[in-house]
């Protein structure tokens, strides 16, 4: 038995059809489940500030060592590790920036662990953020933290707080799955940037509030009140 041309045609044409419509979604539920995932990546240059001359205690919380980002956009959930790229990065600022760093297991254990500890600081990652080239309608990924730094005494009193914010903006396309390297790069240059901040600000801040002393500018040579003669 021979089937007609036209007949194989029609059959095959709907058959397509069919298909289509039942993978449509079955892509559409595919798309929906893609996970982006990466590691945030950045190396603080060592800052060139002038060593404050004071020992301190510093207490990293496990919410900070292993901090990750988590959320769903457009179908797509994005986790981010951002404990190891910020917990390195801090550790190289303070050492960079006082005379000695004292490791301590809690913020009121700095006069247990050492008598000379003179405060004990505590890094938190308030806020982490993102936008796309989806988000804003440029062709740029760009990211902010928000970093604040508690200050205790010795004994685990809270006296002063500062925070400081990172900004870090790459270039790239708004094509799925094209954007993980981009927001990588992004991500390590909020860090860098919010670790300049703390570099440059954190002594001031804490001179104004009295944390520390500030050090004495050089004297001036004195002026002569003797006038030149005629």
């Not at 995932?37 to 060592?65: K, N």
Request: with cysteine.
């Amino acid at each position: 038995m021979h089937t007609n041309p036209a007949v194989q045609h029609r059959c095959r044409r709907h058959s397509s059809r069919w298909l289509r419509q039942l993978w449509w979604p079955v892509l559409a539920l595919l798309a929906a489940c893609t996970t982006t995932q990466f590691e945030a990546e950045t190396v603080i240059p060592q800052p060139l500030v002038t060593r404050i001359p004071v020992i301190v205690g510093v207490y990293v919380p496990a919410a900070f060592r292993e901090a990750v980002h988590r959320e769903k956009r457009d179908g797509t959930e994005v986790v981010i590790g951002l404990g190891k790229a910020q917990t390195d990065g801090f550790q190289r600022l303070m050492n960079a920036m006082f005379d000695r760093v004292v490791p301590v297991p809690a913020t009121d254990a700095g006069a247990a662990t050492d008598p000379a500890i003179r405060g004990v600081l505590e890094p938190v990652l308030e806020e982490f953020s993102y936008v796309t080239p989806r988000d804003t309608g440029t062709p740029l990924f760009a990211v902010s933290l928000r970093y604040r730094i508690n200050a205790y005494t010795p004994a685990g009193q809270l006296v002063d707080s500062w925070t400081f914010t990172g900004y870090g903006a790459q270039p790239g396309s708004s094509v799925p799955g094209q954007g993980r390297d981009v927001l990588q790069r992004a991500a390590g240059i909020a860090m860098r940037d919010a670790g300049a901040k703390i570099a440059v600000e954190f002594r001031e801040q804490a001179i104004v509030r009295g944390l520390i002393e500030a050090t004495p500018a050089p004297a001036s040579p004195p002026v002569s009140d003797d006038q030149p003669p005629p």
